[in-house]
């Protein structure tokens, strides 16, 4: 990218904050943004939610998505843009330093048994929190949930930081199987032990019983939920819709942020590999790869602290389709990469500037929706512009 593209971009972020800060609710379109496979313009299409975290659409044909907000409440948001009253019946959260109420999926038969699986940060009678896996069921008229229960503790607990509760749901595409990204707790070397639920991608069967083709089951020194470990951080959660692959994203020390191709029973590297530096400045490790730990599919130093991830699969932007979207924090940005198979082909920085982004999601309109992280949150739409 030539720094005169990168100046017409930045003013171009600058023009759609001053845009969108004077909106209202479903704000007018900001002007036409150029990027290399897409033209499109940015929405404000909700506004009002506290530090949105994670949001899924309802299968319904309504349009309708659920929105959860950190310090822990679910919220209904209509496809013009209202905000519902908060939906009782949630998981009890740890709303502290980075925990809260965090991810939100949908069970894939969620329109016959109206399950819902949270991810949250989570407080328990010992002290400390954890990230916990929580599921209830939407009741039939949406006004609420119902039977909201435990399903799986990543536990233990950690009693000095509320921070790295990673937490991101995906199912596979074939229904069967949920996978729980769980962050370290800040307690790094929880990444590479086997008895230790955090610092891990967990793989459990959709009733929440653990598959007996994990990798470690049966082994009496790890837990048999572990499908990867040696994780830091990651928020990041979605299938390849081509290959049919698993892809996570994670926030590094100090740079070392990381895109990774999820394989059975594989080593990330966490704390022992690493292209970051520790926030004392001082490289963690000396190891940038090693025999025997996963390579990052692509990494970022300086950081670009990724979020939620999507695979672009629709029909509006073709341009973007096998494009991988990341909602980055710091600096504050939607990221987007090309893929080919389960190699990154390039990258490409969008709306730099902009606002703090924590979640990106496709909508089935076709269309990219981006949960702001901020106290007084925002959903942007981008549609498609000529
Ligand atoms: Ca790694």
Not at 63 to 87: C, Y
Not at 304 to 312: L, M, Q
Not at 331 to 352: C, H, I, K, N, S
Request: hydrophobic share 40%.
């Amino acid at each position: 990218m030539t720094s005169s593209v990168s100046l017409l971009r930045s003013s171009l972020a600058l023009a759609l904050i001053a845009a969108l800060a004077a909106s209202c609710a479903q704000g007018p379109p900001s002007a036409p943004v150029r990027s290399d496979a897409a033209t499109f313009r940015v929405t404000e299409f909700a506004r009002g939610l506290e530090h949105p975290w994670g949001a899924v659409f309802l299968p319904d044909g309504s349009g309708d998505m659920l929105v959860t907000e950190r310090p822990g409440r679910l919220r209904r948001v209509t496809a013009d843009g209202r905000v519902s009253p908060p939906i009782p019946g949630v998981p009890e959260v740890a709303a502290s330093g980075q925990g809260g109420l965090l991810d939100i999926a949908l069970a894939p038969d969620f329109a016959s048994s109206r399950e819902i699986f949270f991810c949250h940060g989570s407080a328990v009678p010992e002290g400390g929190a954890l990230t916990r896996l929580s599921r209830a069921r939407l009741s039939a008229d949406g006004t609420r949930l119902e039977g909201t229960a435990t399903v799986l503790d990543a536990g233990p607990p950690q009693r000095l930081s509320w921070e790295h509760y990673g937490c991101r749901i995906a199912f596979s595409p074939d229904g069967r199987y949920l996978f729980f990204a769980t962050g370290e707790r800040k307690q790094s070397e929880r990444a590479q032990r086997l008895d230790d639920l955090a610092g891990k991608v967990l793989r459990l069967a959709r009733d929440g019983s653990v598959p007996p083709d994990n990798p470690f089951v049966g082994r009496a020194d790890a837990r048999p939920e572990i499908w990867s470990y040696g994780h830091r951080n990651p928020q990041g959660l979605a299938f390849n819709p081509w290959t049919g692959s698993l892809w996570e994203a994670e926030l590094g020390p100090r740079g070392g942020d990381e895109v990774n191709v999820i394989r059975r029973g594989a080593n990330y590297g966490w704390p022992v590999v690493s292209q970051g530096l520790a926030y004392s400045g001082f490289r963690f490790t000396e190891h940038r790869s090693l025999p025997g730990m996963e390579d990052p599919a692509y990494n970022w130093t300086p950081s670009v602290s990724p979020s939620g991830i999507a695979f672009y699969d629709g029909a509006e932007f073709p341009g973007w389709r096998g494009s991988l979207f990341l909602a980055t924090l710091s600096p504050p940005q939607l990221v987007r990469l090309t893929t080919a198979g389960d190699r990154v082909t390039g990258e490409e920085r969008l709306l730099q500037g902009l606002v703090r982004m924590r979640h990106v999601l496709v909508g089935p309109d076709g269309r990219l929706y981006i949960l702001t992280d901020e106290p007084n949150g925002r959903i942007l739409r981008l549609d498609p512009a000529r």
